[in-house]
């Protein structure tokens, strides 16, 4: 059994994502996600969720929410992932060993406009543009 924590953190309806590109044989390789990881010995579900938050992006987490605790079985592992919001937090970005970070906004900006190192994504609710504005700092 597996025990993980995974937020989407917000900021002027934008969300802080992760490109996951520097582990090779990463599950979720290629991937942008929220922020989270694996926990520790004895760690809770909210120890795991602010020591991971401060590791990837350098922000201490103010304001959090769980949103509900998801269940992966995959080859005879099972897997609980406890999904988490926020959107209150200080500190600065830092650059993160796992992939680079950026914004996924709802700002309305077009695909032909991000295209050159800048990644887009459609949106199926709402049926709107979502775009990664720019990536923190890297």
């Not at 959090?64 to 592992?77: A, M, P, S």
């Not at 650059?95 to 996924?104: A, F, K, N, S, V």
Request: charged share 30%.
């Amino acid at each position: 059994m597996k025990n993980t924590t995974l937020c989407y953190i917000e900021k002027d309806d934008s969300y802080l994502m992760l490109h996951r590109v520097k582990k090779e044989h990463d599950i979720n390789h290629g991937k942008w996600i929220g922020v989270g990881g694996k926990f520790e010995p004895f760690e809770t579900p909210e120890e795991c969720l602010l020591r991971e938050v401060k590791e990837e992006t350098g922000l201490t987490l103010l304001e959090y929410r769980l949103r509900g605790i998801i269940t992966f079985v995959q080859d005879k592992e099972t897997e609980y992932m406890f999904l988490y919001t926020a959107d209150s937090f200080e500190g600065e970005l830092i650059p993160c060993d796992e992939g680079g970070t950026g914004l996924d906004s709802e700002k309305g900006n077009t695909e032909a406009e991000i295209m050159g190192g800048r990644s887009g994504i459609s949106a199926a609710a709402g049926r709107r543009q979502r775009v990664f504005l720019h990536e923190a700092g890297l």
